[in-house]
Structures are given as C-alpha cells and as structure tokens.
C-alpha cells in the first residue's frame, strides 16, 4: 500500500492524514457494516458438521490459516460474476478447485456478509451451512486428493472502500465500482480462502453495463455483447494471494501507452480527468518499471499494468496486481506545489515495487505486512530520487520517513518492527510509521551497513529465488548475508525485535586547534535499552576565511555500545559543528554537543549552511533544544519567524512551518498563562508570512509552489482578525496577494478554517462553494466545513451523525466530519463532549470496523491539554478493558500527548 505511511495517509487523513495521521493517519475509518441477510445460516442435517469450530468473526487467525494451509494446495478459481441484474448487490458463481491432503474434518471457505444460495462439491448438491461469516464443507462432502466446489451467491456492495466499493458521482450520475481486498476483504467479494499464503491462479468472467469498463489482474481476452451488457473474459493469472487480486469497473475515463512492451493504462471518474496529470502520471510509471527491472535485474513479472484514481478509496493506494488503485487525494484541483507532485510519484513508484515485492514474492503471514512496506518505501525513495527529477529526495526520507518513525518510536504505542500477528485482525495495529517509515529507515541502515551494491545484489537474489511463493523474514536475511559475507541475525535481532530509538552525541577534545580525542556516544531509552550497530557518517564543519561553514571531513564510522571512538578524527582541524548521522545514513536521534549549540544559536551558524539537508537537522536539533528546554520556547519561535523571509528551500520551509503551526496550536491549547506569548508570535508569524506571500513570485526567487505551501500555512495558523479578513478577502476576490489564485482544495482549506473560527462570512463562503464545486470531493469538504463550526449544536448533530448505526453515513463522510469536528481553539467544546464521545466505546467495538473505530479515537480525542480532558481519556481505556485495541491505540497515543501537554503549564 502507500507510504501512505500511515504517516502520509493518516498525515492527510489524520494527519489527514494517518493520520491525519498514521496523522493519514490523518486518516483512517469506516462505517458500521453487519452482515448481510443470509441463507440457511445454521448448520445442515449432516451429522458430521458438528458445530462451527471458528468463531463466527469476520476474521481469521495464524493459527486457523496454518491449519487450513497444511491441508490446501493447487488451488484456482473461476468466478463469474454479475454486475447488472441486482440493484444493489451483485450476484456471483465461483468455482474452487484444488487437492486435499485429508478429508478427516470438515473446511471452511471464508465469505463474510453476503447470501448464499447453492453448494455443490464434487458434483453433488450439499445443504448451505452458512453462519454469515464463512460456509462449512461437510468432510463427507470431501476427497482425499483433488476436489471442487461451486457457489452461488450474492452480496451488497460496500460503501466503506473495502469488498467492492460503489461510488455514484454526484457531478454527472455516474456509477463507479473498486475493489480492495486488503487485509482480508475478498472474501466480500466471493467465496475463499482468504489468507495470503493460499495462493491461487484466477480466471474472472463479469457481466456489467455496455458502457463500463472492467479492469482486473490480467487483461481481457474476449468482451462480447449480450443486449445492453457486455460479458468481459480474462485470461488466467499467475498464482496470487487473495488481497491482491482486483475487479474494478466502470465508465472510467482512460489514457494509455506503453512502457516498453508492456501496455499501461490510467483510469479516473469522467468529472475528475480534466485535473488528471495523466502525462506527468505515466511519464512516471514509464520510467519506474525500467528502473525497478533493472534494480532487481527481473523483468516486469504481469502482462499488463493499470492504475486507477478513485474515490473514497481508504488509503493512499493499493497495489492490486497490474491494476493498482490510487487515492484521488493525489489530484490536485488547481494550484499545487513541488512537494505535491513528489507525493505523487513517490505513491505511483512504491505501488509498482509491490509488483515484485510483495505480488511477486509474497509475505507468508501478516507478521510480515511490515517488510512489505517498508521495502516499497525505501525502493520508491531509491527510484523518485533517480528517475522522477527530484535529486534532494534524501532531504524529503530524512524529513518524512526518519522523523516520523522517531516520533511513533517515541509513542506509547511503539512496538517491534516485526511482531507477532495473532489475526488479521490484528494487522491494523502494526499499520503505522512504524511498519512503514521506521522499517524503511531501518532497511536503509541495512544498505550503508552491508554496502548499497551488495543489499541490491542481495534483494535481487531473494526475488529471483522465491518467485511466486511465500516467505518469511529469515530468507531475506539469509539472502543478504549471504551476499554481503556478514551474519545479519544478530543485527535483524537489534533492529527488528526490539523497539526505541538511540540517541547519538559527539564528544571531542581539541589541543592547538586540533581534535585531541573524538567519542560519539550512543545511548538509549530505559524502557527500550538496546544499543545497536550501525553504520553512520560524521560530519565536521568549520569556517574558511570568508567566514562560510565548511564540511572538511565526512568519516564514516561503525557505531557499537555506549562510546565509539573515532581514532580517525584525531588530528584534524578542530569543529565549528560536529554531526553524527551527517546525510541520515543511520536511524537515531542527534542531540548536538555544547559548542555546536552554541554555533548555531549564538553565532548565526544557521545563514551559513549550504546543505539543505544539514540545514533540516540543525533545525531538528533546535526543535529538539526546545522540547527538552535547553532553550526557551519564545526563542525558538523567534528564529523560526526571523528565518522565514531568508529560506529557499521548499523542503525547509515546510519542516520550519509545520513547527511553527504546531507550536503555536499547542500554545493556544495550554490557554492561560500562555496568551501573550501566543498573541505576540501568532501575530508575527501571521504578519511575516502574509508579507512574503504578498510580494508575489519573482524570477530568480520564490516560485509559485513555494507561494502556494506559504498559503497553505498562512491558512492554518491565522487566527487574529486581519489574518481571517484576509482568507476571506482572497476568497471574494477583494484581494490579491502577489497574484495567488487558490484552486479548489486551498478554497476549501480557507473556508474551512474561517467556520473553525466563527468567522461571520463562513457560512456564506460555504453556500456559494457548494454551488461551485458539486464534485464529490467537493461534498466532503463541504462536511468538514459544517462540522467545523464553533457552536454546540453543530457539535451535537454531527456527533449524532458520527455515533449513528441504523442509516450510518459513508465511511468517506464519516472520515471528514471527524477529523474537522474539534480544530484547534474549540477546547471547550470537545471537553463539554467528552462524556458523550466516552459513553458506549464496548457497543462501538462490537458494532464498527477498525477504521472507523482507529479514526474516532485519534480525532475525536485529539488536541487535549486539560485535567478534566486526561482524565476522561483515562477512564475509557479503563472501561475497555483490552478490548477493541484499534480504538484503544488511539486513546492512548491521545492520552500520552495530553500528559506531555499538561506537562508544560
């Protein structure tokens, strides 16, 4: 899936976010889905049946897939199914064939909230033992040796991007289905063995409307015309785990080219394909699948590859085999930025390294969902910086990968890169920057410690041995041992099975201006004490005679134990600024030793550092000075603010704004005793940043991406009566600042924030964009505007809307009504809240999905600096009582944030 780590998708879902993130992040929920009316749910006259041994879950565990693995081989599928002749679901046969080893028990097949209406298994009809959750094969039903089933069936599509999605676009009327079968949702679909370690070879048989187009994992090989429908055959496709196979359909607008002698194919909505960058998209995709085949040294593995943009899609993407789906979150409805449309081709490029990486060669079970990711990431890292025309993209993994796995190493809810996963239920747990980020910044360590060529020459190895089957982490590790000549178990134990992070400091002496004695020493979290290996490179910086800061030495250095000395560096010039981990080949905190602080707060080291890279992690490190009040708060605002006008680095000037938005949101949080310092910075902030997106684009200077990301900022932190006039200005058009035109999603950013703030032209601005923009990204960000404003009775029907089961909204409409309901400066009103937003949380496990349940939990609860906020949090873990551990990760990543907050009054 997408670096949506969790850290981009819940960033823009939750973070957006998560997440809105992870947070992604800003962002990840899904709405109340029972199981459907079902046939014959208890169990037939067979006496062998018995009772249903599996718990009767939409759910399966290791231990179950185990089971069932251990009997089933050689399977295939044949599915036919029937998008036409029901109005609301769609109905289905499907063929299972493969051998036995014993028929001493009976077999389940996974297939969860559908109907069915007919079994036959080895060509006689048995009775349908169906409890809503999977069916029940009487063993006398069964052979030893080769066996088939046949099952008639039907099923509701879904509105919470899982199963088969359906869409109705409110633009044009037109229908649009996805699937997403991620971690265990094809068996919504059809009738299975749900798991990833059964793969199976699929032929695929759809009717649907004349006017669609049906899209899956292999290509059609005969469409034929049966009156107003059209009857699409595919041909059968290699053996693939359930998750990634894919039906998607519709009347999907489509561009196409070839990548070599592969076709490709991008598919969007009809309303969305004008702002589709659809050469930019394949130029991209082009240029990815020559680079990976020659990264791994294997061909492209499928016939054919396809993306689709689509709606309401629950995550950044989903690497379906050769028919990838892709958030329409990507496409940017106006203006857009740099750092967009890297987001862009980092998400296309960590889809395509799934193809070999996970479609290829396949996880065995979802203990192994993290090497997954965090292998597309880095790959997809790899290839944007080589292929996509963004050079500095190490800049951007240092920023977006490393410092978001820090931040989650740092969380209560941390945990082991590779952890057991009970279930796949459970795969929501370890579905964050973890898993992504911290994994990728961990295999990237891996490749300075082992040598870049030999971790390629070591993953091309694994790839080409495992070709088609399933693996597990000890035959990667072997394969790169092998390669490199060193025995990386030890290392794999350090970095993957233990969780923290270290922390790295210089140490140094120096005698007539050279170093006497040079340490970094390396420590460690008492709760998580492993030191580790690694490999990193040391930095040292002086001024030359201009008086402009040098880089004279970059040691690399083989960390181990508490102090490394650094024999090395022992009678070089003596530094201005020692960095360990300079260009972020490690995985660790740095905290700067005394004299390098003191260059860079006392004697304006700052303006002197060349490297944007160096540049963010002094910043990091000054962030980091704050937080641990070696250096007051005001002061860190002060340079943030004084910096602004002189950085022309975009990277940079999102890192310096996303601080300064965060810290002043927090210091609005924290309330009295806080206001001056708030009203003072808020103010200047606010007066700087408006200044310098008023003198407009020049040559030579600030282009209109960086306008558009200063924008973007001056939206979420303007708070004073002038800043808001001046949202509101731009959005009537009294108003030019240095010609900015704010498309469509900054239109809806600006509303949003002016309803967050009671502004009295809200409401108005609301009424006129809704008229404008009837998109369906439109509609959602018309219920984030709505649940935003600051009144208690737009509070309380949108809660209601949130908490209802009987006519639950979209998941989609769901994920934007939470993540706008409580924004910064509404306090109050979430603490008034909180009894409501606590009461029921078993009811709300036992009845919602693990999005819906992980989204309610990090929004709704989110931003509190309260005692009476902390206690309520507190409570509701209590009452839970384990249970629901989705909900119960994100209440206690809340409640940490409101103790560090509190902390600080």
Not at 155 to 161: E, F, I, K, S, V
Not at 231 to 252: C, D, K, N, R
Request: hydrophobic share 40%; with cysteine.
């Amino acid at each position: 899936m997408c670096n949506a780590s969790p850290g981009e998708v819940y960033r823009q879902l939750r973070l957006l976010i998560l997440i809105t993130a992870y947070s992604c992040l800003t962002l990840l929920a899904g709405c109340n889905r029972e199981a459907a009316p079902i046939a014959s749910r208890e169990p037939g006259n067979n006496q062998d049946i018995g009772k249903f041994a599996r718990p009767a879950l939409e759910q399966l565990s290791q231990s179950e897939a185990l089971a069932r693995r251990n009997r089933v081989s050689r399977l295939t599928y044949d599915l036919n199914i029937d998008l036409v002749s029901l109005p609301d679901s769609y109905q289905g046969a499907a063929t299972l064939r493969f051998d036995l080893s014993d028929n001493d028990t009976p077999l389940d097949i996974d297939f969860s909230g559908g109907n069915v209406s007919g079994i036959s298994a080895n060509g006689r009809n048995i009775d349908v033992n169906y409890n809503g959750y999977y069916i029940l094969i009487p063993a006398d039903a069964l052979a030893v040796g080769g066996n088939e089933l046949s099952i008639s069936y039907s099923h509701p599509y879904d509105q919470n991007g899982t199963g088969l999605h359906r869409f109705v676009d409110p633009e044009d009327g037109k229908t649009y289905l996805y699937s997403n079968f991620w971690p265990y949702y094809a068996n919504r679909v059809f009738p299975g063995f749900d798991q990833p370690n059964l793969k199976a070879r699929y032929r695929l048989s759809v009717r649907a409307p004349g006017d669609w187009t049906v899209v899956s994992a292999t290509p059609e090989v005969e469409v034929t015309t049966e009156g107003a429908d059209r009857i699409w055959q595919f041909s059968q496709s290699e053996i693939l785990p359930t998750y990634v196979f894919s039906l998607h359909a519709g009347p999907y607008h489509i561009w196409q080219d070839m990548a070599g002698e592969i076709p490709i194919r991008l598919l969007a909505r009809e309303s969305l394909s004008s702002y589709v960058p659809a050469e930019q998209w394949l130029a991209t995709t082009k240029a990815g699948i020559e680079h990976y085949e020659n990264y791994f040294e294997i061909p492209f593995p499928f016939e054919k590859y396809d993306q689709l943009i689509v709606p309401e899609h629950p995550f950044g993407a989903m690497e379906n085999v050769a028919a990838v789906t892709f958030t329409e979150r990507l496409i940017d409805r106006g203006s857009s930025n740099r750092l967009r449309d890297q987001n862009r081709a980092e998400t296309i490029l960590h889809e395509m390294a799934h193809m070999w990486f996970g479609d290829l060669v396949t996880f065995d079970w979802w203990n192994g969902f993290w090497l997954n990711e965090s292998f597309a990431t880095l790959m997809a890292s790899i290839a944007v910086s080589e292929v996509a025309g963004f050079s500095d993209l190490w800049h951007d993994f240092y920023l977006s990968k490393n410092l978001n796995a820090i931040t989650a190493d740092k969380s209560v809810s941390t945990h082991p890169i590779e952890v057991p996963v009970p279930s796949n239920a459970d795969v929501f747990n370890v579905f964050d920057d973890i898993s992504y980020d911290k994994g990728a910044s961990v295999l990237n360590q891996l490749s300075h410690f082992v040598g870049e060529e030999d971790f390629r020459l070591g993953v091309s190895n694994y790839l080409k041995s495992h070709a088609w089957e399933n693996t597990g982490l000890a035959d990667l590790v072997s394969a790169l041992s092998l390669q490199s000549g060193i025995d990386l178990q030890p290392w794999a134990e350090d970095w993957l099975s233990r969780a923290g992070v270290n922390t790295l400091e210089a140490r140094f002496g120096c005698e007539a201006d050279s170093i006497s004695a040079f340490t970094v020493l390396q420590s460690a979290d008492e709760a998580y004490p492993t030191l580790r290996d690694q490999r990193i490179l040391l930095g040292l910086f002086a001024r030359d005679q201009q008086g402009r800061l040098q880089n004279y030495a970059s040691l690399p250095v083989r960390i181990s134990g508490m102090e490394t000395q650094v024999s090395s560096a022992i009678g070089l010039d003596c530094p201005d600024l020692a960095i360990p981990n300079y260009q972020a080949w490690g995985y660790a905190e740095v905290t700067l030793d005394n004299l390098s602080l003191d260059s860079v707060t006392n004697n304006e080291l700052l303006t002197d550092i060349g490297d944007p890279l160096l540049r963010s992690m002094i910043w990091t490190a000054l962030f980091d000075a704050s937080a641990n009040r070696q250096m007051e708060n005001a002061r860190l605002l002060g340079m943030l603010i004084q910096d602004l006008p002189q950085e022309d680095n975009d990277r940079i000037l999102r890192q310096l704004l996303s601080e300064l938005v965060t810290n002043l949101d927090r210091l609005e949080r924290l309330g009295a005793g806080f206001e001056e310092e708030l009203t003072t910075y808020g103010l200047s902030a606010e007066q700087q940043l408006w200044e310098l997106i008023s003198s407009g684009s020049v040559p030579g200077g600030r282009s209109q991406s960086t306008l558009n990301l200063m924008l973007q900022s001056y939206i979420d932190l303007a708070r004073s009566d002038s800043a808001l006039a001046n949202l509101a200005g731009l959005m009537q058009g009294d108003l030019q600042a240095g010609g900015v035109n704010p498309g469509q999603n900054l239109r809806w950013a600006i509303i949003r924030r002016l309803a967050g703030r009671g502004h009295s032209e809200a409401r108005q601005l609301l009424a006129a964009e809704q008229l404008a923009d009837s998109s369906g990204s439109g509609r959602l960000s018309a219920i984030a505007v709505e649940a935003a404003f600051p009144d208690a009775a737009t509070k309380q029907l949108w809660l209601d809307r949130i908490r209802e089961e009987a006519d639950p909204l979209p998941a989609a409409q769901l994920r934007a009504a939470m993540g706008a309901l409580f924004p910064p400066g509404q306090e109050p009103l979430q603490l008034a809240l909180l009894q409501q937003l606590t009461q029921g949380l078993s009811e709300l496990v036992a009845s919602r999905d693990d999005f819906y349940l992980r989204t309610y939990g990090s929004a709704l609860f989110a931003g509190i600096c309260s005692d009476q906020g902390l206690q309520a949090i507190s409570a509701a873990i209590t009452a839970l009582d384990g249970s629901g551990p989705a909900l119960l990760r994100a209440l206690r990543e809340n409640a940490q944030h409101a103790e560090e907050c509190l902390a600080l009054k």
